[in-house]
């Protein structure tokens, strides 16, 4: 058997806290309805036992002056005044006998409760109780009490004004409360309907972002700032990050296009000579080994695509080792020394001290390599490349700079140079793959550094790798 599935509606968070709203309020009112119900019964009963009080005092008072035949005359004047209705009095003898009643035609059921004549007896100053009548039906509040010796009265007055004055109050509160209900509901709705529009935006840009849409934003109203306001905010910074992934890969991915469709022409070029052309051994010898350079090209394009990919992911793929930077720079000079040779570039290092850190070798290696083979290539014959590594002002960092006095870059290329496969206009002649500095600074990041750059065109580049180095 299936389970019918719940509506849309009554899954919605308004239509939750429409109710939940309703339930606090409906209870809310519900409880102060009963405890000032409760308060004013309290108070009637209270009143009414001080009223019977008052006339107990009144015929003790009678009877210490008067006779008791006056006492007699003055409670059946009493009971026609007060309404024979609502008020009965008896005056008993300590037996519980009655010697006078005034008219009992409405309180016919009531007798004389020998307990409480027994309790006055035992000492108690007033006895109450009160007794509801079956038949007709109603509430009686009564009072036994000595107004003389050996003369009790039973005063009984009837608390069905007061019951009525409660059940009333109890009828206009169920019919008010019905309809507040639906004012709370109304007001709930409307509510929550307003306090969950900014979510509904969010669900609806959301709903309508596909890959080509990625620029739609939730519109974010001014000076709020509450909690819809932050969410719709949120949204749109998650928003923009996705869309500079999604621009990145898509960058990457026409890129990689691009950039290997050359070397793979090259070689397809190749190969179609080495079939169509009638050449001695010895030219199909050297087209060979052009085909292999350019699948070298080639390959060393794909491995460094994968080393930026490895080193990006982060830390977990580094082998850390406590390492020396100006052994690294001294090692790196020493190894570039014969190409700035073979150039006529001036190549000098400078390393005063030892500078410790944690990293990996062959990362950092690579970044400094991938430096100093560009600042050689794009340095001109005669030029020079000077390299030096120290500690910062900020004793927690270290730093290497690379200086060249080559062609530099311009202004509009230097945010755009450390993008996969990006080369400068001029550069293009030179052999290259535009990912050398990609890989340099994703290794300065992994290692919680950073590549600066300045250069000026026609003067040359400065690059500096700024790593931190705590202790
Ligand atoms: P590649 O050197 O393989 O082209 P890189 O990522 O190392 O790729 O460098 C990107 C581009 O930045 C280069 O093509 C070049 O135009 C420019 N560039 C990098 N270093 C220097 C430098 N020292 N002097 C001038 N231009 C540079």
Redesign the pocket.
Known sequence: MFSKPESKFSRSLAFRLTLWYAVLFVATLCLAFTIIYFLLSLEFSERTDRALERQIDHFTAMLAIKDLESVKEAALIETQAAGEKDVFIRLLLPSGEAFLTSSMSHWRDLDVNTKSIRRLLEGDLTVKETVTLQNPGRDVRIIYAFIGPGIIMQYGQSVAGNKRFLAALVRIFAAAMAGLLVVAVVIGWLLSRRALAGVAAVTHTARSISSESLRERVIVAKGHGDEIDQLAAAFNTMLDRIEDLVTGMREMSDNIAHDLRSPITRIRGLAEVTLTTDAAPTDYETLAGDTIEECDRLLDMINTMLLISKTEAGVGQMQLEVLDLAAIVSEACALFSPMAEDRQIILTGHTPQPLMFTGDLKMMQRMIA??L???I???NTGGQVRVSADKMNDANQICVI?Q?T????SPA?LPL??KRF???D??RS?P???????L?RAVARVHGGEILVS?TPGE??T?KIVIPSPG
């Not at 290259?432 to 990609?438: E, N």
Request: charge should be negative.
């Open positions: 991938n430096l083979d560009n600042a290539k794009y340095t690379v060249d080559g062609h530099g870059i290329d140079i450390f990006y080369r400068c001029q550069s030179l290259g793959t535009g990912l050398g500095l990609s340099a250069s040359g580049s690059f």
